[in-house]
């Protein structure tokens, strides 16, 4: 099996507005290192310079990122106090084991807001993200000890000027242990690089 071939095409030209190489679309440490880097390194540049070559100078079209959520009775109940969400099905245990569904169930900002602050949490590691639209929808009821796999992954990305930043559209869901999806969700944010300080 070849090695990540480099994406040089002897264009050599440093472009002072994005950053990168108007040939390679690398930026001058991605090219400096490239003899260097390893295989899944070598991999991760190259899905980069994909992403930049259709628009995005800041996230990389494809990333992806997963948390998990763990949601015992407390928690459930705690935060549904937090919220004023006064739903005995959040709150009562005799109640909610007489209702449909058997047991507590979390309120549905609770899982909304973990999978809403995944975005903040990821792309704040290497730049300044910014909530502008989500869409939310909840599918199954989020029972008592249910444990939560969170996704997102980048559908989008375009470098927007008047933003100072790439505007970045991603689809995101979360499934509880038994695989069932309790919630799709769709963002719109805007990533902006780091701010450079002095």
Not at 11 to 34: H, K, L, Q, S, Y
Request: include cysteine; proline fraction near 4%.
């Amino acid at each position: 099996m070849t090695g990540a071939a480099s994406p040089c095409v002897d264009v050599c030209r440093m472009n002072p507005e994005t950053g990168f190489c108007d040939g390679c679309f690398r930026t001058i440490d991605e090219i400096a290192a490239w003899s260097s880097c390893n295989e899944d390194e070598k991999r991760a540049v190259l899905a980069r310079v994909e992403s930049r070559r259709r628009g995005a100078r800041v996230v990389t079209i494809g990333e992806s990122f997963e948390a998990t959520l763990a949601l015992p009775p407390d928690s459930i109940k705690h935060f549904a106090t937090l919220v004023n969400d006064l739903n005995p099905l959040h709150h009562d245990d005799a109640y909610a084991r007489a209702s449909r569904f058997g047991s507590l169930i979390a309120s549905g900002t609770q899982p909304t807001a973990h999978l809403m602050a995944m975005l903040a949490t990821h792309f704040s590691q290497y730049a300044q993200p910014l909530g502008l639209e989500f869409g939310i929808r909840l599918t199954r009821a989020v029972k008592a000890h249910d444990v939560l796999s969170m996704s997102w992954r980048v559908t989008e990305a375009k470098w927007k000027a008047s933003l100072n930043g790439d505007l970045v559209k991603l689809e995101g869901d979360a499934r509880n242990q038994r695989g069932d999806t309790v919630m799709k969700a769709t963002a719109t944010i805007v990533v902006m690089p780091l701010e450079k300080r002095a």
